[in-house]
């Protein structure tokens, strides 16, 4: 298990991009995947976008051709580029790790508000 931290949440307007950041503790080259997970208010947890340590990615109907989801191993780092925002986007945003079915550990989150 890793400590995972993310970070470049903000304010953004209806078309702008941000970019988030999950720093983690540790090596992230032999984690089995790792994701990106929101939820706004009064809403059920969603995944966003997920990438396996062979760099397959899968993402979120609602978030398909805007949002890329990589990883620089060397610097331990998750990003989740986030392009053409939508006000719907703006959710609390969680850095996740799966090692296995049973052994996974979530960020505290950072907000991303967008507002048109």
């Known amino acids: 298990q890793v400590q995972l931290v993310e970070s470049g949440g903000g304010l953004v307007q209806a078309g702008g991009s941000l970019r988030l950041s999950c720093a983690a503790s540790g090596s992230i080259f032999n984690i089995n995947a790792m994701a990106w997970y929101r939820q706004a208010p009064g809403k059920q947890r969603e995944l966003v976008a997920n990438i396996t340590r062979g760099d397959s990615t899968d993402y979120a109907d609602s978030v398909k051709g805007r949002f890329t989801i990589s990883r620089d191993n060397a610097k331990n780092t998750v990003y989740l580029q986030m392009n053409s925002l939508k006000p719907e986007d703006t959710a609390v945003y969680y850095c996740?790790?799966?090692?296995?079915?049973?052994?996974?550990?979530w960020g505290q989150g950072t907000q991303v508000t967008v507002f048109s």
């Open positions: 996740y790790a799966r090692y296995s079915v049973t052994r996974s550990n």
